[in-house]
């Protein structure tokens, strides 16, 4: 099974920019599709995006449709979620998934 271990996640301003990455431990990564999603407090988990294996078709979630934007480098077993113009309600812990197999999930904070 896929390990997935993210990394980026940090306190940002409201409007500002961050991207998390996240990072799998083997070549299968090429040949699945790859999510992230989010949880806040109090909340479900909610879904933010799929890609497919090539990255050719991602899906987004209204809520961060515009803002957010997933991209993955096979070569390298990374994938990435740029998100900007973020807003305090963008607080949460971000998982990346892929095949059930979840990162380790990444604080995001975004407060003045």
């Known amino acids: 099974q896929v390990q997935l271990v993210e990394s980026g996640g940090r306190l940002v301003q409201p409007g500002g920019s961050l991207t998390l990455s996240c990072a799998a431990s083997d070549s299968s990564f090429g040949t699945l599709n790859m999510s992230w999603y989010r949880q806040a407090p109090g909340h479900q988990r909610e879904w933010i995006g799929t890609?497919?294996?090539?990255?050719?078709?991602?899906n987004y979630a209204d809520s961060v449709k515009g803002r957010f934007t997933i991209s993955r480098d096979n070569a390298k077993n990374i994938a990435y979620l740029q998100m900007s113009s973020l807003k305090s309600e963008d607080t949460a812990v971000y998982y990346c998934?892929?095949?059930?197999?979840w990162g380790q999930g990444n604080q995001v904070t975004v407060t003045s």
């Open positions: 998934e892929q095949s059930t197999s």
């Open positions: 890609t497919t294996p090539t990255g050719a078709y991602t």
